[in-house]
Structure formats: structure tokens, C-alpha cells
């Protein structure tokens, strides 16, 4: 069982930055892929971010160069930094976690993954 907790979330200007955490229980931490969607009202969850559990990033192509997924495996954390925000990026924020198979790709969809925070919201003002 893993539970997630997130924070960081808030209202920014366009172009801002912000960073947001997700905090995970759970003692093996270290064997889950972590991954970042987010939601607008209305739409399905959008992949953002994937960081397997050596901490190899994968990012959506709609974020690629302005967010960037991470962990410390030690303080059970992961995060995603956001760069130059735009008011497209306003959305609930989630982290989740799905445990990693040995040999298995990491995955971009929501469905794959098994556990989920509570959300985060994110409003960018233009």
C-alpha cells in the first residue's frame, strides 16, 4: 500500500515557476514508478511526468522543456518542478504510483497506475 500526499499547489502569473511535492508512505517506496497527471473540469487525466525508481524522467510532449518530474527516494518524495507557466496549465495537479515490474516499461497512462493523491490545484492568471 502506498499513500500520497501532495502540496505545493497555488495561484501564479504567467511565466511563473512552482514547484510541486508529493510525499509518499510506505516502505518500498523505492520499487514504485511515480508519475505526475493532471485534470481540467470536464476532460480526462493527462499524463505530465514519470520518474522510474532509478529517477530516469519522462515528460509529456506539451510540458517537455518547462517541467521536469523527480525523486529522493531517501525522503520518500517526488516532485515536479514547472517553469514559465502558462493559464493552458491551470488544472489539479496528481501524483500517483504504480509498481515497477523488471522488464516492464514505465507507463503514461492513467488507468496503469494503482495509487493516487488527493490533487493539487494549479491556477495560472494570464
Known amino acids: 500500500q502506498v499513500q500520497l500526499v501532495e502540496s505545493g499547489g497555488g495561484l501564479v502569473q504567467t511565466g511563473d515557476p512552482l514547484r510541486l511535492s508529493c510525499a509518499a508512505s510506505?516502505?518500498?517506496?523505492?520499487?514504485?514508478?511515480m508519475a505526475w497527471f493532471r485534470q481540467t473540469p470536464g476532460k480526462e487525466r493527462e499524463f505530465v511526468a514519470a520518474i522510474s525508481p532509478g529517477g530516469i524522467a519522462y515528460s509529456a510532449d506539451s510540458v517537455k522543456g518547462r517541467f521536469t518530474g523527480s525523486r529522493d527516494n531517501a525522503k520518500r518524495t517526488v516532485y515536479l518542478q514547472m517553469n514559465r507557466l502558462k493559464p493552458e496549465d491551470t488544472a489539479v495537479y496528481y501524483c500517483?504510483?504504480?509498481?515497477?515490474?523488471?522488464?516492464?516499461?514505465?507507463?503514461?497512462?492513467?488507468?496503469?497506475?494503482?495509487?493516487w493523491g488527493q490533487g493539487t490545484q494549479v491556477t495560472v492568471s494570464s
Open positions: 500517483a504510483a504504480r509498481r515497477a515490474t523488471y522488464g516492464v516499461s514505465i507507463k503514461f497512462e492513467a488507468a496503469e497506475y494503482d495509487y
Open positions: 510506505g516502505r518500498t517506496f523505492n520499487n514504485y514508478n
